[in-house]
């Protein structure tokens, strides 16, 4: 489990840094300088620092890893113990264990098994998560997660889906 949660931190920290990383303005030219003659000059980017996240914005994410690994593995008890209490839909409506693995259940239907989770923070302090999910139907989409630190431990209080 352990090893799971290291490998998708590290694919997710990857991805970020490509993505950062990739200048497509990059490149040298020829230039004229006033006088008329050529000279060929190096272009002189300003280097684009690669995205960081504060120790507080990741802080959650293990705790969503481990949601939705169980989600993945369809054990919707398990999944179901990370979410608060009072967990609601983004629309205010509050999931009870049965109606959250009905919606579970409906994802899978639907959609087929998840095959492929990545997030990242969506917010500096950790109470929100962005994460894309790959279902084996070819389905892919986002799911943000509100998150709440309960103690020493967070919880998912508001999702918009599975």
């Known amino acids: ?7 998708v931190m590290l694919f997710t920290c990857l991805a970020i840094l490509l993505v950062a990383c990739n200048d497509q303005n990059q490149g040298t030219g020829p230039s004229k300088q006033s006088s008329g003659q050529e000279q060929q000059t190096n272009a002189i980017t300003t280097p684009v ?11 959650s994410i293990p705790t969503a890893i481990t949601y ?11 999944a179901y113990a990370y979410l608060d209490a009072n967990v609601t839909t983004t629309d205010g409506k509050k999931l009870t264990q049965e109606s959250f693995t009905q ?11 998840i095959t492929d989770i990545t997030m990242v923070p969506g917010s500096s302090d950790g109470t929100q998560i962005v994460t894309t999910i790959d279902r084996n139907a070819g389905v892919h989409y986002h799911s943000h997660l509100t998150m709440k630190k309960e103690g020493s431990t967070w919880k998912i209080i508001s999702l918009d889906r599975i």
């Not at 939705?68 to 398990?78: G, P, V």
């Open 49 to 59: 620092p690669a995205p960081t996240f504060t120790k507080s914005a990741v802080s």
């Open 103 to 113: 919606m579970a259940q409906n994802a899978f239907t639907q959609s087929g098994a």
């Open 68 to 78: 939705y690994q169980a989600l993945k593995d369809r054990d919707y008890a398990k």
């Open 1 to 7: 489990m352990k090893r799971s949660l290291f490998i």
